[in-house]
């Protein structure tokens, strides 16, 4: 916004006056010790682009490596034709989901460019046509890859992209220069990943790669294909994949990786051995051909086909199945043991024979089973017998079964949840149940593995069953479906998520550690949240972001020592955010002294890890030299990679430098590109900064009072401070609208309620204007416009405390008595003793304003 002078403010200027209640702006958020084994993945893949070449392929590849994925045991994050905005949505679900995992990939198949060294995903809305839309229209990967290298131990990225470098200008700017795009620039440039990362290329750097001519791309064919294989690691699938490729594309795209792992990685893990009974027993009669001997199936808990073998025939009588005699070494489906025959029409009585059978897998795991044929003069009350417990089993086992569907309430980022099945009778623990239908986000896990499509669950094993939601997904309902077999119930968990009630209530913006999106510092209502918030720390000890947030709720309940020491307990358990908003407590004095210094060390370590607000605040410290010494270059690129990441404070932040040319050359359409960014973002600060362009004509765009008039209105319904006042402003002197005392007067008031010192002044100078009648209305918007005063939004001259005291005494005791009727007794008595009526005035004000419970976080 413009001062009295017509100078642009950037937000990070407009904290007003509620010191103390400042930091409220800056909250919350999450984080728990993830499962070791924990794997999250970011896929993206972008066809239809709306202005450069379309990849037909693209969305296709990603839905494959989706699927390979989930097979795996990762929590996908997919995304689909994404805009900036949507780009910008999955990759922070994508690195909440990432914090403290062992596993971090990121799969992308879409155009992709290099600029000045640095690689760019490219969203289906961007047009590349200036030199501000690589910052303002693409993401970096380097921001990515580096959370990546912060929160996880393995980092493995796959890029299917550079299709070609759809450039549509000679330069771009990154960063602090303006960087040219010659005609030679192809591809993608080479990463250097850091110990633990792998970054492969569907071809090599600087080359480009091709969509293909099938339904997927040649990269992403043979990755799903070999990614697909159990027990190969992943250099070995690279190796697999380069040797496909170069052979379907006759040598017209090579792929390339840089590996720095140290551990082997295995997408798919070999799985146990198949169980199977090491022994059975069976009764039939002599001189007959038996029922089918209704062995005991064989468990293999990735549910792979299954083969059996005969490794011992009987001695005495024969096997068969489907009436064919087998004998030693005969292979057949496992799922045929069941169905096994005993003929022993030429066998004696009380002969005893044994069969042998091994169980092999599809990964050469075999496990040995045996059965003990005992041959009786009458088998019918022996079998009569086990057809007895055969029923009561299968009675015992559809009661069991019958009682296991439910709905089980999970809440996201405790880690994962019990579905609270009961332990199996004795009677139903050989009971089998395969894996039919799975929740679409979330990780199924039992007895420590990880559930796909056809997998296979002991009864025995039910108890340990458990659900991990994934981030972003409140307020979902997600079926696991398990079937047991003919004339058995299948079994569904419903699983319900939702926030935790410290998560609903007290989480923040842009928390990379958090699992929502958060409250305003205004919108937390401290009677619920810090009773929801001494819950959730209570039960769960381990979560960081729940002891932030109860700071967040002690703070907005205005217990400032308290949450100052809740603050540093989070930060002690590893919460990021909670960094900067300590900081930001000392940088506003609300501890004492502001200590810019202090402040400024403090939130460096939030900026190391990468939390968007404390990228800001750092990158503002850096650059402009507040308590730590100038590094413009370095404090640019903070707040770039702040903006990167939806953070609209830095987008203005980098708007209001640019425009004004502070400490760089300005560049007023540089500044507009971030401005209308912010818009996009339904930003109130960008909208007013927006109209201001339009209303002054600056940066090329020529003056425009109806779309000046038409963001303030927008801005001003946002709750944004300074808005109302400009509109006052129009509506006072007749700009772009017929002049209207009573419009201006409204809007005017409505900025000086919001805690804007000009709103406030030109409402009072207004009534001075007026004369003796309004003069009491006159001191008492100079009395608030002097409360409300801060430097760097407001007056260092205070010219509404000169103004009020210029005024006649009666109309100040007049508006002494108006401002204290707002007040208590208690809270009168509890104001400090004034020096004067004018200072006993602004007390006063400040005082009613503060009572009226303003919306601290909107300055």
């Not at 069991?400 to 439910?406: D, I, N, V, Y």
């Not at 002294?593 to 503002?620: C, M, N, W």
């Not at 205070?798 to 210029?806: G, H, P, R």
């Amino acid at each position: 916004m413009f001062n009295k002078h017509g100078k642009f403010f950037s937000p990070s200027h407009l904290f007003a006056a509620a010191l103390v209640y400042i930091v409220l702006a800056q909250a919350a958020s999450a984080a728990f010790d993830a499962d070791p084994e924990r794997r999250v993945a970011l896929v993206l893949g972008n066809s239809a682009y709306q202005r450069l070449e379309v990849l037909p392929n693209a969305t296709k590849d990603v839905e494959e490596v989706a699927t390979t994925l989930r097979k795996a045991g990762f929590d996908v994050t997919i995304g689909l034709n994404v805009d900036r905005l949507g780009l910008e949505d999955k990759v922070r679900t994508f690195l909440r989901a990432a914090h403290n995992a062992e596993v971090g990939l990121v799969y992308y198949s879409g155009h992709g460019i290099q600029v000045g060294g640095q690689n760019y995903l490219v969203p289906t809305d961007a047009t590349l046509e200036t030199a501000y839309d690589v910052e303002t229209q693409t993401m970096p990967l380097d921001l990515i890859l580096n959370h990546l290298k912060q929160n996880s131990r393995i980092q493995l990225v796959f890029l299917d992209a550079c299709r070609n470098n759809p450039f549509n200008t000679g330069q771009y700017w990154v960063g602090e220069k303006l960087q040219p795009v010659s005609g030679a620039t192809r591809g993608l440039a080479r990463i250097d990943g850091n110990l633990g990362s792998l970054i492969a290329f569907s071809t090599a750097p600087g080359e480009v790669a091709l969509d293909g001519a099938g339904t997927l791309s040649p990269y992403t064919e043979y990755f799903v294909k070999y990614a697909s294989q159990p027990t190969k690691e992943v250099r070995e699938v690279l190796t697999d994949v380069r040797r496909d490729v170069i052979a379907a594309t006759k040598g017209r795209q090579v792929p390339w990786e840089n590996s720095s792992l140290v551990d082997s990685f295995y997408f798919l893990k070999s799985p146990a051995p198949p169980k199977v009974e090491p022994m059975q027993q069976v009764s039939v009669a002599a001189g007959a051909l038996s029922p089918q001997l209704a062995l005991l199936a064989p468990r293999d808990q990735a549910g792979s086909d299954l083969t059996a073998t005969i490794s011992q025939a009987p001695l005495s009588g024969q096997i068969m199945l489907d009436g064919q005699v087998l004998t030693k070494g005969a292979s057949f489906n496992a799922t045929l043991l069941s169905g096994l025959v005993y003929d022993a029409k030429k066998v004696k009585a009380g002969t005893v024979d044994v069969i042998g059978y091994s169980v092999a897998d599809p990964y050469r795991q075999s496990a040995q089973g045996m059965v003990a044929v005992t041959v009786v003069e009458d088998a019918s009350a022996k079998l009569a017998q086990q057809q007895k417990a055969t029923e009561d089993k299968s009675a015992i086992a559809k009661t069991h079964l019958a009682g296991l569907s439910r709905e089980v309430a999970a809440e996201i980022g405790v880690g994962s949840v019990t579905a609270g099945l009961p332990q199996a009778p004795a009677a139903a623990t050989d009971l089998v149940l395969k894996v039919a239908g799975l929740p679409e986000k979330g990780v199924v896990t039992v007895s420590g593995r990880t559930l796909d499509i056809g997998h296979q669950i002991g009864a025995d094993e039910l108890p340990q069953l458990g659900y991990e939601p994934a981030i972003g997904s409140e307020n979902g309902s997600f079926k696991l479906a398990l079937t047991a077999g003919t004339d058995l119930p299948d079994v569904a968990v419903t699983f319900k998520t939702a926030l935790d009630p410290c998560d609903a209530a007290a989480a923040a913006p842009l928390d990379l550690q958090g699992v929502t999106a958060g409250r305003l510092p205004n919108e937390i209502d401290p009677a619920t949240a810090i009773p929801a918030c001494e819950k959730a720390v209570a039960a769960y000890p381990a979560v960081a972001r729940f002891v932030y947030q109860l700071g967040r709720a002690q703070l907005a309940n205005r217990d400032t020592k308290t949450a100052v020491k809740t603050f540093e307990k989070a930060i002690s358990a590893g919460h990021v955010r909670a960094t900067e908003t300590l900081a930001s407590l000392y940088s506003v004095g609300a501890l004492g002294k502001r200590d810019a210094a202090r402040s400024t060390k403090i939130v460096s370590a939030g900026a190391e890890k990468g939390d968007p607000f404390a990228l800001y605040a750092y990158g503002k410290a850096l650059y402009h030299g507040q308590g730590v010494e100038a590094d413009i270059n370095r404090g640019l690129r903070l707040m770039l990679q702040a903006a990167d990441l939806g953070h609209t404070f830095a987008m203005n932040e980098l708007g209001y430098i640019f425009l004004n040319g502070i400490k760089i050359d300005a560049d007023p359409a540089r500044a507009i590109a971030f401005y209308r960014a912010g818009v996009k973002r339904n930003d109130i600060y960008s909208m007013n900064n927006l109209a201001l362009v339009y209303r002054f004509g600056k940066g090329g765009v020529p003056t425009d009072l109806d779309q000046a008039r038409t963001y303030f209105e927008k801005a001003a319904a946002g709750g944004q401070p300074y808005a109302p006042t400009n509109l006052g402003r129009m509506y006072r002197d007749g700009i772009g609208v017929a002049a209207d005392r009573v419009q201006a007067i409204k809007w005017l008031e409505m900025g000086a309620e919001r805690g804007d010192y000009w709103g406030a002044f030109d409402r009072a100078q207004l009534a001075k204007a007026s004369g003796s009648t309004e003069l009491v209305t006159a001191a008492r918007y100079f009395a608030l416009a002097s409360a409300v005063n801060m430097p760097g939004t407001g007056d260092k001259d205070d010219q509404a405390a000169k103004n009020l005291a210029a005024l006649p005494n009666a109309a100040k005791k007049d508006a002494e008595k108006l401002l204290s009727d707002q007040l208590t007794p208690q809270e009168r008595k509890a104001l400090p003793k004034a020096a004067s009526i004018n200072e006993r005035l602004v007390q006063l004000a400040k005082a009613g304003w503060v009572k009226r419970n303003p919306r601290y976080d909107l300055f």
